[in-house]
């Protein structure tokens, strides 16, 4: 399996498996308190494997990825035609983190929580597309009824809490939708997105004491793709290894490659089973990497395109997939069939998104509050 | 069939670029992700990637070519097979590149009038005994009857639990629920408010106590961003019953961060509601009110008035309608309108006046948003004079509102300018004697009302 150094390199990714070093951090740089016991000696989760996928997990992993990469430049092209408006964030490169962890978990029992790049996590819950893209438009049928936009979707009914446009915000309140898991005692456990940026956010760190504190369920994902907006996690981070932002909550991290779906699902895997297994939060650091700018209005202009290629040629999450299948006796046909049903299925939500109606005038005043008062 | 290639727009604003220059020519072969051109917006230069595969097969704006309005078809590419019958070409398309200006149509609607049935305050049978209270009391038993009523409802902040609430409010609370549902936390206003919000867009009832609301700055963006927002981006779905309470306004002595009066911050926000109460029998019906709402509420206490002694009926499950204000004291030549600890002043001062022969009603707002319009207009359409006291700031005040809306609905009935009286427009001096001064008292309310005759 592929493992990341916990090193300050400047690599982003390393397409290839590095020695095999130990991701985990030992602590040992700094001594233990009095009193407490010293990191090194704190149980740890395993190092997670690569998930052993089955042909048909492989096949659908394939198919759901596919589906955001193509939803996402669907949703480009319309905004460049005009028809999506304001901010729009695209999750293109970064497939295989959202599929590999929401697959691990049981939907209607789980709940999902990110920040305002959610169009892939929507999809990853199996969220119909149609609706997803006719939000984006601003039309009646949008998940949002056209009142949210691109950062603003929800699904109460999958337990997907948003799409939230504050940086950070969704840490906080999905340390809450954990909160009311062990409230209710229902076994659930919550998922949090967010990126790099939103990890030097002075409330993660509240959500991270409160979290341990409490010994919430709850799987604290960093989404590292590298930039804040324009800003590299270097030159943003003093600690620029995320999966060591919990530490000094004493919640262990793991630095995962977040463009290989099965190392994402692998560690999903044990993340869910010490979360379950009533141990607290624990974080993962998904080393990831957008393609696209920030925003669509970002030029991308604090990197080369010679790294965008790189990325692509190399560790492309899609890409991977699809040579695993090739490998596992799928025929270039029957990919080739996936892509002409996934396209048709995108091409589908770009037209219905684009046929529906704008909200009634009367949505104006709608959903302000719940009670007449 | 070919795919045409518009020019995109860029950013949210822009409606027209520069074709600054094609990094393909007619007959290259393009996948997706292959960069086609550099195009200049007013903000940056930007490269646009191809979406699909296919063949370029001719290019249709030269590169140079400035002001290339949006939507315009720059290139052709010819796909290999049918995944080209994207809808790019389709005519749809190019409509609504104007779409801003939808936004210009019709006049927007009005808010739906929530009159329909207005909740009136439960009667209390002639007879009811009643018990004297005090509003630190109150609020506890209040929070109490809750929490028995429905498991789902806890209450969470610093020092709520083990002792027993920074002012007593939470007071033995803990012995009876326990720690799962009295909850201590650590001094971290901002994450403790978003772990609320987040529990009650979970299901649960929380009731988050802030310390004072000074220290809900710290958490204001989860109070206004997360909690009172979420509902109308989700279309309806998202629901956030929760309590955000604590006590608001000047205290004594406590110098200027320690001594504000945020309900016009709440106020203005849409989505939430708002509720400053006076006495200990509405701070109970109103808080016991705010608990079963579905909506998120801003529950603004005072220090000064925790410990002071109030009568209350004794009446089982006492709540009171949210968005009602309550005439405090009946009266013909003016009307005193405040909320909160203004409205004790507000009765001093109809004493005072009195004296003088003015009789002035006092109106209690108990609920700043929704506001009771129709109970301010009431009495001013009796009383012709209208004076509002509020112990905060004068600038953009629940006052300014007030007044606004006399000017807009109840014009007519003014027989007099409308006036506020409030703190002096500077942040809380410590010393006794400013403090004293900076402070709207009963005096300063009946020499404002002096002013009307």
């Known amino acids: 399996m592929k493992q990341i150094a916990a090193s300050k390199t400047k690599d982003i990714i390393l397409a290839k498996p590095p020695a095999k070093k130990k991701a985990v951090p030992t ?17 740890r989760p395993e190092q997670p494997g690569s998930y052993r996928a089955t042909l048909q997990e492989m096949l659908s992993f394939y198919r759901e990825m596919l589906l955001i990469r193509r939803f996402e430049e669907k949703a480009g092209q319309l905004y460049g035609l005009g028809l999506i408006g304001g901010f729009c964030h695209l999750y293109i490169g970064q497939e295989a983190v959202a599929i590999g962890l929401q697959s691990a978990l049981i939907p209607g029992k789980d709940s999902v929580i990110t920040g305002y790049r959610d169009h892939g996590h929507m999809l990853a819950y199996g969220i119909d597309p149609n609706i997803i893209m006719a939000e984006l438009t601003g039309r009646a049928a949008g998940i949002s009824r056209g009142k949210g936009g691109s950062m603003h979707m929800f699904s109460t009914s999958h337990k997907f809490y948003g799409g939230h446009g504050i940086v950070g915000a969704q840490v906080s309140l999905g340390a809450g939708l954990a909160f009311k898991h062990k409230y209710a005692g229902d076994g659930g456990v919550c998922l949090a997105y967010f990126g790099d940026g939103a990890s030097n956010q002075g409330q993660v760190y509240e959500s991270f004491n409160m979290a341990e504190l409490w010994k919430l369920p709850i799987i604290f994902v960093i989404e590292n793709n590298q930039y804040a907006m324009g800003t590299s996690v270097n030159r943003a981070s003093s600690e620029d290894q995320l999966y060591r932002r919990g530490e000094s909550f004493r919640i262990p991290g793991i630095q995962v490659d977040g463009m290989d779906v099965l190392a994402v699902r692998g560690a999903a895997e044990t993340a869910l089973e010490w979360v379950r297994g009533g141990k607290g939060p624990i974080l993962l650091e998904m080393k990831t990497y957008r393609y696209r700018g920030h925003s669509m209005s970002d030029p991308a202009k604090y990197r080369s395109r010679d790294e965008v290629q790189a990325m692509r040629e190399n560790s492309d999450p899609i890409e991977q997939t699809k040579a695993r299948l090739v490998e ?35 949505e104006l005043y709608t959903d302000i509050l719940v009670e007449q008062y | 069939m070919a795919v045409e290639l518009k020019m995109p727009a860029l ?21 997706s992700g292959d960069i086609l051109a550099e195009i200049e917006t007013d903000k940056a230069t930007m490269e646009f990637e191809a979406v699909d595969e296919g063949t370029v097969t001719s290019i249709l704006v030269s590169e140079g070519t400035d002001n290339v309005k949006v939507g315009t078809v720059i290139a052709l590419i010819a796909g290999e097979g049918e995944d080209t019958a ?73 020092e709520v639990a083990e002792y027993q609430g920074a002012y007593k409010v939470t007071q033995g609370l803990l012995e009876e629920f326990g720690p799962a549902r009295v909850i201590d936390t650590p001094i971290t206003e901002y994450g403790f408010a978003g772990i609320g919000t987040g529990a009650a867009m979970g299901g649960l009832r929380p009731v988050i106590e802030f310390m004072t609301f000074n220290f809900a700055m710290q958490a204001i963006d989860h109070i206004v961003n997360s909690a009172a927002k979420t509902n109308y981006m989700s279309g309806g779905q998202m629901r956030c019953p929760i309590v955000f309470r604590g006590p608001n306004g000047a205290a004594a002595r406590v110098g200027a961060q320690h001594s504000q009066n945020y309900a016009p911050w709440y106020a203005s926000v849409p989505g939430l509601i708002v509720i400053a109460p006076y006495d200990a029998a509405d701070a109970k019906g109103l808080l016991k009110a705010a608990i079963r709402c579905e909506d998120p509420v801003v529950f603004l206490e005072n220090e000064l008035l925790y410990g002071r002694s109030f009568d209350l009926p004794v009446i089982d499950d006492y709540v009171l309608p949210i968005g009602k204000a309550r005439i405090m004291r009946e009266g013909s030549d003016v009307t005193i309108v405040s909320y909160s600890i203004g409205v004790g002043m507000a ?55 007030i007044l606004a809306i006399c000017m807009e609905e109840g014009f007519d009935d003014l027989d007099a300018p409308v006036l506020r009286v409030t703190n002096e427009d500077v942040p809380m001096p410590y010393a006794a004697n400013l403090e004293q001064l900076a402070l709207v008292n009963p005096a300063k309310i009946a020499a404002t009302c002096r002013k009307l005759f």
């Open chain 1, 27 to 43: 602590g040992s740089a700094i001594p233990a308190l009095s009193g407490n016991s010293g990191p090194q000696n704190r149980e």
């Open chain 1, 328 to 362: 596992m006796g799928i025929s270039e046909d029957e990919i080739k069939a996936i892509d002409k049903d996934i396209r048709a299925i995108v091409n589908e939500a770009a037209d219905f998104a684009e046929s529906s109606p704008e909200p009634d005038a009367n």
């Open chain 2, 11 to 31: 950013s949210p604003t822009m409606e027209e670029g520069t074709l600054a220059k094609w990094l393909v020519k007619e007959g290259d072969v393009v996948k």
């Open chain 2, 86 to 158: 994207a809808p790019a070409a389709k005519q749809a398309a190019a409509a609504p590149i104007s779409a801003p200006a939808a936004v210009a149509a019709p006049a927007a609607p009005s808010p739906v009038p929530a009159m329909s049935a207005i909740k009136s305050d439960p009667a209390i049978p002639a007879g009811t005994q009643m018990v004297t209270m005090t509003l630190r009391e109150a609020l506890r038993d209040a929070m109490a009857e809750e929490m028995r009523r429905e498991p789902n409802v806890f209450v969470m902040g610093e």
């Open chain 2, 347 to 401: 009765l001093e001062a109809a004493g005072i006046l009195a004296g003088e022969g003015i009789s002035a009603e006092v109106l209690d707002l108990r609920t700043i948003r929704p506001l009771d319009k129709a109970a301010v207009l009431q009495s001013l359409t009796k009383t012709n004079r209208l004076v509002v006291a509020e112990e905060g700031w004068p600038t953009c005040s629940v006052g300014s509102e």
